[in-house]
């Protein structure tokens, strides 16, 4: 039997990062991104992919600021998961992101992967690094 898997989303402005992982296995992948249209196409994109990949739950990384705080972008990303619950019938789960994008960077850095090529992957690795976060913290209770 398959393991369940999780969905992960780094919602930006312009693109979404799309991570899965196994939770059998704890293990994050990059899987796509999607590039945002704005409202209905954004949401049916997520919730096909959801179903392409039998997915048991998503989750969604939340911006916050340095000092905990909840900013204007991570209130636009409140805005979409709000949107995406009556979209898709998998719970959601909004997880800490703080960091992602930063960490993604310096894994394509220390990978070699090209400056030109890391702009149309940075947001599907940001998704991956905060889905494995969650992963890990999941195993550590578990």
Not at 50 to 73: F, K, M, W, Y
Not at 74 to 79: G, S, W, Y
């Amino acid at each position: 039997m398959d393991s369940p898997r999780i969905l992960c989303l780094d919602v930006g402005d312009r693109r979404i990062g799309v991570a899965v992982g196994d939770v059998g296995i704890a293990l994050a992948r990059p899987l796509t991104v999607i590039q945002r249209k704005g409202g209905r196409p954004d949401l049916d994109a997520v919730a096909q992919l959801a179903r392409e990949h039998n997915v048991e739950r998503i989750v969604v990384g939340l911006p916050r600021s340095l000092d905990g705080t909840l900013g204007p972008q991570a209130r636009k990303v409140q805005a979409f998961v709000a949107a995406l619950k009556r979209h898709v019938d998998a719970p959601i789960e909004m997880w800490d992101e703080q960091f992602s994008t930063v960490e993604a960077e310096r894994l394509m850095a220390e990978t070699g992967v090209r400056r030109e090529k890391r702009r149309g992957q940075v947001d599907a690795i940001a998704a991956a690094v905060v889905l494995q976060s969650y992963l890990d913290t999941q195993r550590k209770q578990g």
